[in-house]
Structures are given as C-alpha cells and as structure tokens.
C-alpha cells in the first residue's frame, strides 16, 4: 500500500520543527560549554514537570547594564550569576496603544502586564486591557487558584509597577494607597471597585510580600469593610505578620501570611558615588555602602532567602501537592539608572545577581524548579570609549580589574530623568520548560511559559 503524499506545506511545517529542534540543540551545547552545565542544559531543553517557579526580574536591565555590572565587579571575561544558565533567549518589550497599535518604548506597568497575564496594555496601566480597562487574571491569581503557595520580593515600594501586575489591577499605576486613587475613580471601593494596589495586595492574601513603602500602608481605608483603619491594620486583621527589618523576618512562623515593610518608600541602595554629570567625573571607585541605608535592611538575597523558606516551609505543613510560585525584583537598577548613577545603579545589579544565586543554589537542590532571568524592559546607560564626548551626562569608572570605564546617559536632557528603551532584553532560564526561552520571543511569551509549567502538576 502506497503512502499518502505529503503536501508541501506539512514537509515545510516538518522542516521547521526540525530546524527549531536543531537550533535549540546548538543552543544548549553553547550554553552548557559556557556555564558547565552540560546535563543541566539538557534536562531543561525536554521540558518535564515544575514544581515550583522562581522569576526574577531586574528592572530596566538591558544587556548594557548587565554588561556594566560585570565589567565593573568580575571583570570583562568574568560571569555574574545570571550568565551561567543554560538556557538564553530575548524577549521584545513594547506596549500598546488603546486600539491595540504598538507603543514601542514601554513602562514597568505595560510590560509587568505583559509578562504577568499574557496581554499587552497601555503605559501606565495594572493588569488590565488596553481598551475597555478591565481587569485580566494575573499568573499569581492563576497560581494561588492552583493551590500554589505565592510570594513577591521588591526592593521599591510593594505598591510599585511590578510588584503590583501581580496582586492588583489597576487603571493607573499611581493608584498605591488609598490616598492615591485620584486616577482611578472606577477602582475605588466607594465604586465598588477593588481599591487601591496596597489594598488589592493585602486582599489577596499573597503568602509573602516583601519590599518598601510603608508610607502607603499606614494610608487610612476611605470606604468598605475596613474604613478608618490603615493598610497595614487591615492586613493583620486578614492574618499577616507583620516585619521591620531583617531580625524581625527571620523570625516570622511559616504557615501565616508575612507582609514585610522595610523603607517608607523605595529600599535605600546598597552602592554609593558621584552621579554622571555634563562634561564627565574624575575617575571614581564605587562606595560600597550607604549612610542612609538603615542597619538592619534585609539585602534582597536574604529576602529572597527567607521568601523560598517561608514558602516551602507553608507547603509542607500543608502537604500541598504544588510548590509556589516567588518573583524577585531588583528594582533600583531602574531608578538609578533614570537618576544617571553608575555606582548606585551597578551595586544594585549585582546585589539582584546575588538573589540569582541563592535561586539557582535552590533549583540545584530542587530541580524541579523552574529559575527564570529576565528584566521589564531596557535603559539608558552606555559604555563608550575613554575619548568619547558625548552631549549627555557621563561619568568614569575605575573598575575591579583596575581599568578605566566610561558610562553615557544621553536618553534625555541633562536635569531630566533619563528614559527607558525599547530595545529587546535578555531572558535566561534554567529548569523544567526552560527551553521555552529561546529564540526572540515576544514579552508576553513569558506567561504562558510560566502558566504552563504550574500546569504540569
């Protein structure tokens, strides 16, 4: 019996699963010859079962400023933590407009509801579509719904953009405290809507939310159930424990709900130096400290640290079948580089890299873990050469190797606060349904990479 013939759109459609497959093999054998993890790489490139998710997000860490961070700390052929994984793609970053045409440099609240709910939406915008401004689940909600235990690390305030796609949704991502709803009239519980981002988060009973902004904790609940009691009332009213600092949450119990506030707004930087300024600085050293860091700040390592503990320890008494699902955000590398701060910015990218490690020290023991690399989108800073003169802000390093570095930050005038861009960013995994990075995949990829690997369980 003849066999039937193949049309030519199948053996074109045949010849790209292979190509793909080759690719991805080529990939791997790179990736492994770079970081050693030859076996490592092959287990994540067939897929297979995760128990847990770790995603961390280094905001605003385009490939110039993970190449600042190494040249600067382990030298221009030395790796970071977040080099060595296996696996290694881009992502592309851009946001929408209302009718749905690209807006191509996007904001951390756009992008967050990218990679949070596998929809694009306009600047500004928590987890909600682009046009009718309705809320969209979010992969924590979709996680939490799944039996998964769930936690958020930030070094901003917890009411930021990022942490915020998470556990909110909001029309505009000013909308952190009850105080702050000027923007988002429908959200209001008055409107019977959901409130403002603090109180979204409290209400949805993440496991563990770490990170800054007290400030908008201690706002007054203006309307509803809790009305004249703070945020953070409310909070211990639902279960959580509350905690100042890092004595504080290694001492929280697992099993109850941790809200952990440690700055009244954004976590103080762990690096200090002089800002770039027009006309460049005299070759400076990073300080690798900060006066106005109060004694007792947990290092997002540490946040992170006690956040898988937490999380692990919570299924467990439970016997839950599912594991958790935990973002890390290294939040500042953003601010700093919009405040055009090498040194600030450079300590902060390598205290999130600190937080890499202690995910993939955990996935090593765990490798039913799926550890996910990636930032929100790219920034400004620019290494140029030594003679160069640029129109901007710039300023020379003097780096760990002993040389001179000079960065440039020309995204806006001088004064202003400097700009995202729009370029595509690097994502890194490791782990089951890592393979899933590779290649240039779009932004909102990224959730259906994560949503399928709860599904697995």
């Known amino acids: 019996m003849s066999r039937p013939r193949r049309s030519p759109r199948t053996l074109i459609v045949a ?85 749905g ?51 958020s690390v930030t070094t901003a305030e917890l009411t930021d953009a990022t942490p915020a796609v998470l556990a909110s949704h909001a029309t505009d991502r000013s909308c952190q405290g009850p105080a702050d709803m000027a923007k988002c009239p429908a959200d209001t519980i008055a409107k019977g809507g959901p409130g403002s981002i603090a109180e979204q988060s409290v209400n949805h009973k993440v496991d563990v939310l770490l990170g800054g902004g007290k400030q908008r904790f201690d706002q007054k609940v203006t309307d509803g159930k809790y009305k004249g009691r703070t945020v953070t009332e409310q909070a211990k009213q639902l279960g959580y424990q509350v905690v100042t600092d890092k004595a504080s949450l290694k001492n929280a119990k697992p099993g109850k709900p941790v809200l952990g506030l440690f700055a009244d707004g954004n976590v103080a930087t762990e690096w200090t130096g002089k800002p770039a300024a027009v006309g460049g600085t005299d070759p400076q050293r990073c300080v690798t400290s900060n006066p106005n860091r109060p004694d007792g700040t947990p290092a997002l390592a540490d946040q992170a640290t006690q956040a898988i503990k937490l999380l692990e320890a919570k299924q467990k008494k439970q016997h839950a079948k599912q594991g958790f699902f935990l973002q890390i955000e290294g939040a500042s590398i953003d601010k700093q580089d919009h405040a055009a701060d090498p040194c600030g910015q450079i300590g902060e990218t390598a205290a999130f890299d600190r937080a890499v490690k202690v995910a993939r020290a955990y996935a090593a023991k765990h490798p039913d873990t799926l550890v996910v690399t990636t930032a929100d989108h790219g920034h400004t800073s620019q290494i140029v050469p030594l003679d160069a003169q640029p129109p901007g802000l710039t300023s020379t390093l003097v780096t760990d190797e002993g040389q001179q570095l000079k960065v440039n930050y020309s995204t806006n005038t001088p004064g202003k606060s400097q700009e995202h861009t729009g370029t595509q960013v690097r994502i890194a995994a490791q782990g089951p349904q890592a393979y899933r990075v590779l290649g240039v995949t779009n932004q909102t990829d990224l959730f259906t990479t994560i949503r399928e690997a709860l599904r697995q369980r």
């Open 15 to 99: 010849a790209s699963v292979v190509a793909a497959t080759a690719t991805a093999a080529v990939a791997v054998t790179a990736a492994a010859g770079a970081s050693g993890g030859k076996e490592q790489a092959q287990a994540a490139i067939k897929g297979g079962k995760a128990k847990n998710v770790i995603l961390l997000i280094g905001d605003g860490m385009g490939d110039s400023e993970i190449t600042l961070a190494r040249d600067y700390t382990v030298g221009a052929s030395g790796r970071l933590n977040m080099d060595k994984f296996p696996l290694t793609g881009s992502y592309t970053t851009y946001a929408v407009h209302p009718d």
């Open 101 to 151: 045409s690209p807006e191509y440099v996007t904001d951390s609240a756009a992008s967050g509801t990218g990679w949070a709910t596998g929809h694009k939406t306009v600047n500004g915008r928590i987890s909600k579509t682009p046009d009718t401004d309705k809320a969209v689940p979010t992969i924590l909600e979709l996680a939490q719904r799944r039996g998964y235990a769930t936690g």
